[in-house]
């Protein structure tokens, strides 16, 4: 499998700021990684499709304009939330897909926005 | 788009009972089919997935069936230990992009 891995693992933020989430895929070259929204006792919700060199693709009720997704490298994907509000505290994790649909997780990072 | 439905939310079985997960998918061209142990607090973790051109997979004490007939593929897992106790994900894929759909979990609780 792939090796992942997030940054920061938690974040506190006031209400209003912006907050980027790294993803680095460590040992295989990744063209595609996803982000997802878990919230507590919830399940995973596939926020974003991440390409590697050109846009993201959001899923429907996402809002693109407040989570920046860029993927400029092929191990490397960010989140940003932008003008972050408590309702946007959740549990974001991303993940590596390989070729044989395969996906391996990092390790989440747990937003907190007061 | 793809919807996945997973039964039961909770399930509490006894140490070295069997435990039993069962999902139904609705997209009929989904063809990968994962299962993911999160721990609190972790990573989902992927503890094995099924092909629809497979009916069944088995590593050790875990095993996963696939009927494609009837949209629906469960997991099985025999001689459960305490260790096993976290949540449980079901998903369906493999069509558009890599992209999964995933269940709503099930939390396996094994009591010793």
């Known amino acids: 499998g792939a090796v992942v891995s997030q940054h920061p693992s938690w974040v506190i933020c006031k209400s209003g700021t912006s907050v980027k989430i790294e993803c680095r895929s460590l040992?295989?070259?990744?063209?595609?990684m996803f982000w997802y929204r878990q919230f507590p006792k919830q399940s995973l919700m596939l926020m974003a499709t991440?390409?590697?060199?050109?846009?993201?693709?959001?899923e429907q009720g996402v809002e693109k304009d407040k989570f920046l997704i860029n993927h400029a490298s092929l191990t490397l994907s960010t989140l940003t939330v932008t003008s972050a509000h408590p309702e946007d505290s959740s549990f974001y994790i991303c993940?590596?897909?390989?070729?044989?649909?395969?996906?391996?997780f990092g390790p989440g990072t747990r937003l907190t926005v007061l | 788009g793809e919807n996945v439905e997973q039964h039961p939310s909770t399930l509490s079985v006894q140490e070295g009972d069997s435990a039993v997960i069962k999902c139904t998918y609705s997209?009929?061209?989904?063809?990968?089919f994962p299962w993911y142990k999160q721990e609190l607090g972790k990573r989902p973790q992927l503890i094995i997935d099924?092909?629809?051109?497979?009916g069944e997979k088995k590593d050790q004490r875990i095993a996963v069936t696939l009927n494609k007939t009837a949209k629906h593929f469960s997991l099985h897992i025999t001689e459960t230990q305490p260790e096993d106790s976290a949540v449980y994900f079901c998903?369906?894929?493999?069509?558009?992009?890599?992209?999964?759909?995933f269940g709503q979990g099930t939390i396996l609780t094994v009591h010793p």
């Open positions: 993940s590596v897909g390989l070729d044989n649909n395969e996906q391996f």
């Open positions: 040992d295989f070259q990744a063209t595609t």
């Open positions: 991440s390409n590697e060199g050109s846009k993201a693709t959001y």
């Open positions: 997209d009929s061209a989904s063809n990968y």
């Open positions: 099924i092909r629809s051109n497979v």
């Open positions: 998903a369906a894929g493999g069509t558009s992009y890599g992209k999964l759909t």
